[in-house]
């Protein structure tokens, strides 16, 4: 009988915990980590996919090599991440409530990390590291597609929290 219990209440401890934990996840700050590392993931998808387009020769772009690519990759993701978290605070809002203010920051924050990014790449980087600089078209493709699949996610939350919340059980009872 005392073993039984020793299991069962371990047992629920151990759910207890990832209760716990599933709640602090998705509260607080760590909801903004979570955004952050989405969109870092985007980041690194569009990047992938430019990088597939250009060693495959299918769009047009001067033949750089992975170390320059990856360098400008991590310049244009710093910048960008720079601007959203500090100059335009787009993480600081609760994504299910935000409203089309959120999400103009948004689109002025990335357009203007991608014309930071190529001026600063263009003056500093070609000037201090020869042959660093790939071109203004790398940053717009990869720009724009991270801003199209950051402000679609963002879309898609809301609509599924609308969806979910509004989503109400009617009793049958009489």
């Known amino acids: ?26 509260n607080g700050r760590t909801r903004h980590i979570i955004l952050i590392i989405f ?6 998808a569009v990047n992938f996919l ?5 060693k495959n020769d299918m769009i047009f772009a001067p033949t750089v090599s992975t170390r320059i690519y990856i360098f400008n990759a991590l310049f244009l993701l710093s ?9 335009f605070g787009i993480y600081n809002n609760i994504w299910r ?20 990014s190529i001026f600063s790449s263009a003056l500093v980087i070609e000037r201090s590291a ?17 801003l199209i699949a950051v402000l679609m996610s963002r879309f898609t939350y809301r609509l599924l929290y609308k969806a ?11």
């Open 130 to 146: 020869k042959g660093f600089y790939i071109g203004p078209a790398y940053t717009i493709f990869v720009t724009s597609l991270c």
């Open 1 to 26: 009988m005392i073993e039984k219990d020793l299991y069962s209440f371990s047992i629920s401890n151990i759910f207890g915990r990832f209760f716990l934990l599933k709640v602090n996840i998705f």
């Open 164 to 174: 979910i919340g509004n989503h109400k059980v009617v009793s049958t009872k009489s």
């Open 50 to 54: 430019y990088f597939l387009l250009l």
């Open 79 to 87: 910048v960008t991440l720079l601007l959203r978290c500090f100059v």
């Open 39 to 44: 969109d870092i993931l985007v980041f690194a």
């Open 97 to 116: 409530y935000t409203n089309t203010s959120v999400y103009f920051r948004v689109i002025i924050s990335d357009a203007l990390s991608a014309v930071l």
